[in-house]
């Protein structure tokens, strides 16, 4: 509401109070030209003063702190960067440790279809049971002490199915060298493909006394997780890698150890060279304070070549780790040595060390999915010298100010005492002025208590006037703002709506309708780019018996769950959606036929390792829209592999013709 006309601020009710304008002008002249200028040469001064005695110091340990700060969180994020690929490895792992577990589950008494020709197998004259021929596949090998008998020639022959896995991996992650699975009758199977691999790893080898086997068996590992090796040389001819592992059981047998290698020419280029690291100088240290990987730049820090490459004299026999001279403590430089293992001791985040050339900042960071650390090194020298440099150069700019502005001050009070009449009488008759043609401007003026005016009569109306017009002004956009509010309202309740209608109730994934319209664009758009596009359509195997024999609620809690492991677990491209009663579809925008059936697959294991109150499983069928063909034919061959899979027992991936 506006304030009356008639009521008026106690200043304006005593005008004994006002100064003229003129008289105010000639003091603000004083107040903003000649004092600031001497309280400006007084802080120059002081800032000169306070600059040459208190600041490097005080500068160098503000920028160190800083520095810290940054530097730790550059380390942090750099170590999630390597997590995030290695925990990528160790997915890869998952995958291939159960697609063995499932082949070896099969029974032994037929011979499983191949896609490669059929493996040729020979034996040397030391016993060793090997491929001989190069199929495309994987290498195998079999110890020449161990009895080749039925069950030694089925793992031979059928494993052959998993070859496209074995080069899947490989060749699509740039990371991984070699995939392979030793069993527990010292049988390899390894990809890239060895030719005579009995040159590689002599006529006896007992897998069950490498590394690569003994710390994922039931005694190091009896969580049956995936475990990562440090660095050791590979007795397959790779040179020095690191290995993640798995334990293959069927039931709780251990059948033997599945392993994707990394060489330690690739770990370094492509996990500890990158530009989000921050820091040329970087390592991975493991359990046993044992340096796994190093960049170029640490390893002439640290006066160590770094380990890749290999030339092989002989066969590796047992488990060879790097040399001691690799150990933290046995480092050339004892006294770095000594102060990285009380920073770790200490479980300090950062810390300053001093080198023989230059100081760093030493970081650590947990690798959480192994028990590596990563060890970042930061180079001071520059910084802190840019920093001395800066300092002396602002000190040089404050030293000329002072000189400036006391010469100013000399020069400028002669002629303000000059100017300030002529600048009184010159601004007082247009204030005037304005002062009277704002009093036109509404019809009741608000009351100016509250709004100091510096005492002057003519400002005072000026801010009664505009004050009025201000209140008007805020009444109006009030009315604007429930205006924008209200609309903004029916929008959102639309787009609920509009939600509502493409999401299912119950799984809060999308609706079969929303399926078929995304499914129509993607159809279109891959036939417009050239693009591949798969769909999955997947059933819950015998959810009717879940429903009969543990009610409709414990058949929607299992949809519930279906669909959240389902939505948690596809990649952000795809398009997941619950397709009408326990069956759900999975649209893969620039997915290949092979691409989706891997995917597929881990889809399937994953709902079948799920705890549940009862067992659940998936039966997956999976087709790509082929050329010039409709959408809902491509989903009419997924549901006919679907069937496939439903009547080939269940639980199972089948891949549409």
């Known amino acids: 509401m506006l304030p009356p006309k008639s009521s008026q601020s106690s200043t304006l009710n ?72 290695l925990r990528e490895v160790s997915h890869l792992v998952v995958l291939f440790r159960a697609s063995h577990e499932h082949y070896l589950s099969l029974s032994r008494h037929t011979d499983l279809p191949l896609r490669a020709p059929e493996p040729q197998f020979s034996t040397n004259a030391d016993g060793v049971f090997f491929k001989s021929a190069d199929n495309g596949g994987a290498g195998m090998y079999y110890s020449g002490d161990t009895e080749i ?14 070859d496209t896995l ?17 069993s527990w009758d010292n049988m390899n199977r390894i990809y890239p493909y060895i030719a005579n691999p009995a040159l590689r790893f002599g006529p006896v080898m007992h897998m069950q006394d490498f590394n690569f086997y003994y710390l994922a068996d039931q005694q190091h590992n009896p969580e049956r997780r995936v475990v990562w090796t440090s660095a050791y040389l590979d007795p397959a001819g790779m040179g020095w890698v690191v290995s993640a592992l798995s334990p293959v059981y069927r039931n709780d047998f251990l059948e033997g150890v599945v392993g994707l290698d990394i060489g330690l020419a690739a770990l370094v280029d492509n996990l500890l060279v990158d530009e989000h690291i921050g820091s040329k100088k970087v390592f991975l240290l493991d359990g046993q304070q044992r340096i796994v990987a190093m960049s170029n730049d640490m390893s002439e820090l ?51 060390i001093a080198g023989q050339q230059h100081d760093h900042l030493v970081t650590q960071v947990k690798i959480p999915s192994t028990d590596w650390q990563f060890i970042m090194f930061y180079e001071l020298s520059d910084v802190l010298q840019s920093q001395q440099d800066m300092l002396s150069l602002v000190k040089k700019l404050v030293w000329g100010l002072v000189l400036i502005v006391a010469m100013a001050l000399l020069l400028y009070i002669p002629y303000v005492q000059r100017r300030r009449a002529w600048y009184a009488k010159t601004l007082a008759e247009p204030i005037n002025k304005l002062a009277s043609l704002t009093s036109e401007i509404g019809q009741r003026p608000l009351s100016v208590d509250e709004i100091q005016a510096g005492g002057i009569r003519e400002l005072q109306t000026l801010v009664g006037n505009f004050a009025h017009m201000s209140a008007e002004l805020n009444q109006r956009t009030d009315k604007l703002v429930k205006a924008v509010t209200a609309k903004r309202l029916i929008e959102e309740k639309a787009k609920l709506y509009q939600r509502l209608a493409n999401t299912d109730q119950l799984t809060s994934l999308y609706n079969r309708k929303f399926l078929d319209t995304v499914l129509r664009q993607e159809g279109v758009r891959a036939g417009r780019y050239g693009d591949a596009l798969s769909v999955l359509l997947m059933d819950v195997d015998r959810f009717k018996q879940i429903n009969d024999n543990y009610g409709h609620l414990a058949g929607d809690t299992v949809l519930k769950r ?96």
């Open 14 to 85: 005593n005008p004994a109070k006002l100064i003229s304008l003129d008289t105010s002008i000639r003091q603000m002249i004083i107040n903003v030209s000649v004092y600031p200028l001497v309280l400006g040469l007084l802080l120059f001064t002081s800032l000169a003063i306070l600059l040459s005695v208190y600041a490097t110091p005080v500068a160098e340990r503000a920028l160190l702190n800083g520095l810290k700060a940054s530097v730790v969180g550059l380390s942090q994020k750099a170590a999630a960067l390597i997590d995030s690929q």
């Open 149 to 162: 008998g039925a069950e030694q020639r089925w793992k031979a022959r059928n494993l052959e199915g998993l």
């Open 166 to 182: 074995y080069k899947s991996i490989v060749q699509t992650n740039p990371t991984v060298a070699q995939a392979y699975f030793n």
């Open 302 to 352: 640290l006066g160590l070549p770094e380990l890749s490459g290999h030339t092989y004299s002989e066969k590796v026999s047992s488990t060879q780790y790097k040399p001691d001279s690799y150990r933290l403590d046995s480092l050339q430089d004892q006294q770095l040595a000594k102060r990285l293992a009380q920073f770790l001791q200490n479980d300090e985040q950062v810390a300053r």
């Open 562 to 657: 279906v669909a959240r492991t389902l939505k948690n677990s596809v990649r952000a491209s795809d398009v997941l959606g619950r397709w009408g009663g326990e069956e759900f579809l999975l649209i893969c925008p620039k997915t290949s036929l092979s691409e989706a059936a891997i995917l597929a697959d881990k889809l399937r294991a994953l709902i079948e390792e799920q705890s549940m109150e009862m067992p659940v499983t998936l039966s997956v069928g999976v087709a790509q829209l082929q050329e010039s063909e409709k959408t809902e034919h491509t989903l009419g061959r997924a549901d006919k592999a679907l069937y496939q899979a439903k009547a080939s027992g269940r639980n199972k991936v089948c891949v549409a013709d």
